[in-house]
């Protein structure tokens, strides 16, 4: 792997995460199985599709992308929680 690619990657597995903080927190206010909780869940996969295709970065690192998604979700909705009681 060079360093443009390991920046790239960095990059992309950063923007899966920060990206999904944000959307977890919105959806969490909004009512389970709903249009806008639908839209919240899966807004940043285009962006994370595209940035994977445009910097030629491996289907490999698919799994990870989608875990610290889900993983930033999480972070968002119990932030939510939080401070909603």
Known sequence: MNIELNIALISLLAFAILSNIP???LRQGSPKFSVRWFVFIHLSVPF????????NISWHFIPFSIALAVAGQMIGSRIYRRSHP
């Open 23 to 25: 959307l977890g927190y």
């Open 48 to 55: 994370i599709i595209g940035l994977r295709i445009s910097n």
